[in-house]
C-alpha cells in the first residue's frame, strides 16, 4: 500500500441498499456502462422481438442500463431498486440518454397490488438475487415477480454460475482498470459450522460470501475504498426449484441470454428463463 493511501471503509459488512448506495458514484465506471449500452442492445431487441414485449418491470434496476436498453427499444419500462442513490442516478442517465422509463425506489418485497398483471417481462439480471440472503425474502421476491407478470409473461433472471464458483472456490469476480480507477470485485468465503457439540457431529456449511468490491483512485496517490456486503449463492437446481415453488412453468436454463448451453462446470452465468402460464 502507498504510503499516503487511505482506508475509507474497511471490512464492514453493509446492507443492500447501503452498499449500493455508496457504490452508486462509481458504478456507472464499474460496469462500462457506455459501451455496454451499445453491445447488449442487439440480444435484448431479439429478446423483445421473440416474447413481444410492450411492458416490463427491470427488478434490481441499479442505474438503469437495461431500463435504458429497453426503452430505446421502444418498451415501457418500470425500473425498481432499493438504493434511493441508485434510482437517482438512474434518472439522471435517463434523462441523459432522451428515454422515458420510470424509476421508484422498492424493495422487491414491497411490490405491491398496482403492479399485478402488468408486465410481460420481469428482468432481474446482473447477479440481483443473490443479495437477498434469507430463504423467505428471496421466495417472496419470486412470487412477487410472477404476480407481476401477465398470463404467459416471462422472467429473465441472471445471476453468476456460483455451481462453478463453490466447487472451486472462486475469490475473483472481476478487476477492471480506467484511466482513473481500478475496480476488483472478490469474495471471502464464510464456513460456518453447524452441528451439535454433545454428539461431537459438525459440518462445515459454506452458505455466505462477503462480496466486496475494491476501488482505488490512481488520481489521489492510489486512495482507496473496501465496501462490502453479504451475499447468499444460488445454485442452479435451487434456482429452478424455487421458481417452481412460487408458479412458474417452463422453466429453462442457459449459460448466457443468447440461450447456449448452460455448463456447470464452465459457463460463467446461469440464465433462467420461466413462464407464468
Ligand atoms: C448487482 S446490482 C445489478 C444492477 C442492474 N440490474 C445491472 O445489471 O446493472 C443489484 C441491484 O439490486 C438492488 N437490490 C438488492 N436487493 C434488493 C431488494 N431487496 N429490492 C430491490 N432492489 C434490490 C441493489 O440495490 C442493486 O442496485
Redesign the pocket.
Known sequence: MPENGKFETYGKVKS??D???EL?ED?MDM?EFSSKVESESEIFKTIVSEYKITRCL?????????SIILSKLGVEVLG????AS?IEKARELAQRFGVSAEFEV?????IKEKYKEKFELV??????LP??INEK?LLI?LRNFYNALVPNGILIA?ILNYDKIMENEERIVNVRETPERIFVRFYDFEPTIVGSPSLKVFEIRKDFLKFNVLIVDKTKNYSHKLITTRIKPIKSEDLCRKLRMVGFKEIEIFGDFLKREFKANESKNIVVFARKT
Not at 58 to 66: K, P, S
Not at 106 to 110: A, I, M, P, R, Y
Not at 123 to 128: D, K, P, R, Y
Request: glycine residues 10%; proline residues 0%; charged residues 15%.
Open positions: 443492500a441498499s452498499f449500493y448506495d452508486s458504478y460496469i427491470d427488478a434490481g434496476c441499479g442505474v438503469g442500463l437495461h425498481i431498486d432499493i438504493s441508485m422498492l424493495d422487491f418485497s414491497l428482468l432481474c439480471i446482473g447477479n440481483t443479495h437477498l425474502d421476491a441472471q
